[in-house]
């Protein structure tokens, strides 16, 4: 198995925090030595993906002069093929694209859409009761797939590279195999039951005789790659028009899904602009709707900017209460006013005003804990009209592109197209299945969410990039589900208020509310006496396993610093 360079620590919780103690005030590329945490760092360019042999990849064309879009691209194609948990060509995500000369932040929206056949109701039993079962593991939970349309769009708009070159090294990884990691193995072990109910899923993750590949054995995905093999010959269109079209109606019709040839021929990705903030003299770009996660940054970034977060400290209860404070009244807002703004209005100027900030900051106590049950979505007029995986990747000319896709679910809906190799996204479940009702994050969705065809579901997925005196600066995002935005923020404040180098930020402990369920969730690594602090205030504390994986690119005085977040094993930055 190749090494990877990856941070040398893992659940070392408590050395972080004592780490995190120090004031590391302005450090981040100055100078490294005397820090305990170090980024990986080049002069050229940098590529952070959760999978070594993507990051291999994508290195390979910044080395020979591609630029980061062509990077990128490669690297989404070659996760569909290393990481089939997450990385995927049967789901969507959102791409954002930083062009330091024109100045042009853009987001490229390649989100799943509702089939046209569903309804409000799908997932609702005869009694109105929400099913869970129906939106995550049948046919029917799968959106219309973006993924290849979306890479190709990138790639056309503003790559070198043909979609052939591009696939090239995914096609290879797909045909000639890879050494399965232990993170791979335990995947498949883990997911089990899931993996072996649908037989083109079974074939695709097990040997013939049923019993799963050994880490540092070799695994082939020989449908995949042909699956490949078609788009790089015949274009992007072959997979919503040509045989592996077909292959995605075939299984539709055979188990009573709703994706039509018609879905397929009809989906396109869309630009858009994303949204849009300023935090102590930064530019905050991240996703626009149909995500939450960049309006939502922006509004807790707006309420935090106020208080002296720097001053308070990393880890202190001060801060970590004015934190779960800003998220609570955010993720209350989320419920109510988000979703696909080409079928409903989303406040976003309202959402994202420096006023409406000031209104929610002054219902916020320092001494007490606000209760969920006395936290209502606001209202931010005027009305204008657990697997997902993100990497970033910058090159030496001034572009940028921070990028987050999914099928959803670790394996998404578990059903594979038979015969072409890859899984279905389980997307729909991000949809409110029934106003009020949680999602599998907990999330509740309102209205603004309900499905409607060809309609996006609601994201939290939050591709950042974030601008200093007009240059790219920090390019980050995350997976996660509903805790990606407030992963995302906490990197970017670890690294703006705290002044931490990248890696130290990806990899400090965080904390996560989202409003409902009303507890503060937290990662090993804070000191008791805080939480003790904390839970005297009135906060309910949760510990939780390990929350979000962001893999990220701070670009300081010339040099590129890339954080590979250690908490997904096979996370790798390779700077050139
Ligand atoms: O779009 C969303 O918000 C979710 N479907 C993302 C799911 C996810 O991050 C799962 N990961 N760990």
Redesign the pocket.
């Known amino acids: 198995m190749r090494p990877h360079a990856l941070v040398p620590f893992l659940g070392a919780g408590l050395v972080v925090a004592a780490l995190l103690a120090t004031p590391l005030a302005q450090a981040q590329s100055a100078i490294l030595e005397g820090e305990r945490f170090h980024p990986e760092v080049g002069t050229r360019g940098m590529v952070a993906t959760s999978h070594f042999l993507a990051t291999e990849v994508a290195h390979e064309v910044l080395a020979a002069g591609g630029n980061a879009v062509d990077a990128a691209v490669t690297a989404g194609f070659a996760l569909a093929v290393t990481q089939p948990r997450s990385g995927n060509i049967g789901g969507g995500g959102f791409m954002l694209i930083s062009d330091e000369d024109s100045g042009e932040v853009i987001a490229i929206d390649y989100r799943e859409t509702a089939p046209a056949a569903a309804t409000e109701t799908m997932f609702q039993d005869e009694q109105g009761n929400a099913v869970s079962e129906w939106s995550r593991f049948t046919h029917r939970a799968a959106g219309v797939p973006g993924t290849v349309a979306g890479l190709a769009l990138a790639l056309e708009e503003y790559g070198t590279l043909t979609l052939a070159e591009a696939l090239a090294p995914a096609i290879r990884l797909a045909e000639e195999g890879f050494e399965i990691p232990p993170r791979f193995a335990e995947g498949v072990a883990q997911a089990g039951d899931r993996l072996t109910r649908w037989e083109s899923t079974r074939a695709m993750f097990f040997k013939e005789d049923g019993s799963p590949y050994e880490v540092g054995e070799t695994f082939r995905q020989p449908d995949l790659a042909a699956t490949l093999t078609r788009i790089a010959e015949q274009g992007a269109r072959e997979f919503y028009e040509g045989e592996t079209a077909e292959l995605i109606v075939a299984e539709m019709e055979r188990h009573d899904g709703l994706i039509t040839r018609e879905d397929l021929a009809g989906y396109r990705p869309d630009i858009r602009e994303p949204s849009h903030g300023n935090y102590r003299g930064h530019d905050v770009y991240a996703m626009s709707p149909p995500s939450s996660g960049g309006v939502h940054i922006v509004q807790m970034l707006n309420i935090l900017e106020a208080y002296d977060i720097a001053g308070m400290g990393f880890g202190a209860a001060d801060t970590m209460h004015l934190m779960a404070e800003a998220m609570k009244r955010a993720y209350a807002d989320r419920s109510e006013y988000l979703g696909d703004t080409d079928f409903v209005e989303v406040p976003l100027e309202g959402l994202t005003s420096e006023g409406y900030a000031d209104e929610l900051r002054a219902g916020i106590a320092l001494d007490r804990a606000t209760p969920s049950a006395e936290i209502a979505p606001g209202n931010p007029l005027p009305y204008e009209s657990?697997?997902?995986t993100h990497f970033s990747i910058a090159d030496g000319d001034g572009l940028a592109v921070s990028n987050t896709y999914?099928i959803?679910?670790s394996y998404g809906s578990g059903i594979a197209v038979a015969g072409a190799g890859f899984l279905l996204n389980n997307?729909m479940d991000?949809f409110s299945a029934k106003p009020g009702v949680p999602n599998a994050y907990g999330l509740i969705g309102g209205e603004a969410n309900k499905i409607e065809p060809g309609k996006r579901m609601l994201?939290?997925?939050t591709p950042t990039i974030v601008k200093r005196d007009g240059r790219n600066f920090l390019i980050t995002g995350s997976?996660?589900?509903s805790r990606?935005i407030t992963t995302t923020l906490q990197v970017l404040m670890n690294v703006i208020d705290h002044g931490m180098n990248i890696q130290s930020a990806v990899s400090a402990p965080r904390l996560h509310h989202q409003w409902l369920p009303d507890e503060l969730r937290i990662e090993a690594g804070f000191s008791p006496d805080t939480l003790a602090l904390l839970e005297a205030r009135g906060h309910t504390i949760s510990q939780e396993a390990a929350m979000g994986a962001a893999q990220s690119i701070v670009i300081e005085d010339g040099r590129f610093h890339g954080g590979a977040d250690p908490r997904r094993s096979t996370s790798s930055a390779m700077g050139l």
């Open positions: 657990s697997e997902t999914t959803n679910f997307e991000d994201s939290s997925m997976p996660g589900g990606i």
